[in-house]
């Protein structure tokens, strides 16, 4: 089993920053694959970004590539998104999830392979 409670949303204006942390509890966290989704009012929820086991691997929407990082910390069992240059267009619920590796890019654009999910975080970003 793994809990995952998301923090750092907030508004910012168009242009800023915001880091959103994921705080996971159980013995096993290293072992997943973890990623950001978002869910704007009356849209499904979107792939945003996710990082295999060790970090070494990272995916992101075109959307937000070159904008949003992702991170991880095992030791700490925390992972992060790092969103600069924002803009009102981002302005979601984010949701921290976790779930079993896949073999390419397009697995992680689907809403279906994460097993948890975190309560999500609101972020909005004013123009």
């Known amino acids: 089993q793994v809990q995952l409670v998301e923090s750092g949303g907030g508004l910012v204006q168009a242009g800023g920053s915001l880091r959103l942390s994921c705080a996971a509890s159980?013995?096993?966290?290293?072992?997943?694959?973890m990623g950001w989704f978002r869910q704007a009012p009356g849209k499904e929820r979107e792939f945003v970004a996710a990082?295999?086991?060790?970090?070494?691997?990272?995916y992101y929407a075109d959307s937000v590539k070159g904008r949003f990082t992702i991170s991880r910390d095992n030791a700490k069992k925390m992972v992060y998104l790092q969103m600069n240059s924002l803009k009102p267009e981002d302005t979601a619920v984010y949701y921290c999830?976790?779930?079993?590796?896949?073999?390419?890019?397009?697995?992680?654009?689907?809403?279906?392979?994460?097993?948890?999910w975190g309560q999500g975080t609101q972020v909005t970003v004013s123009s």
């Open positions: 999830a976790a779930g079993p590796h896949g073999s390419d890019s397009y697995y992680y654009t689907q809403k279906e392979w994460p097993t948890y």
């Open positions: 159980g013995r096993t966290f290293s072992t997943y694959a």
């Open positions: 990082i295999n086991w060790s970090g070494g691997t990272t």
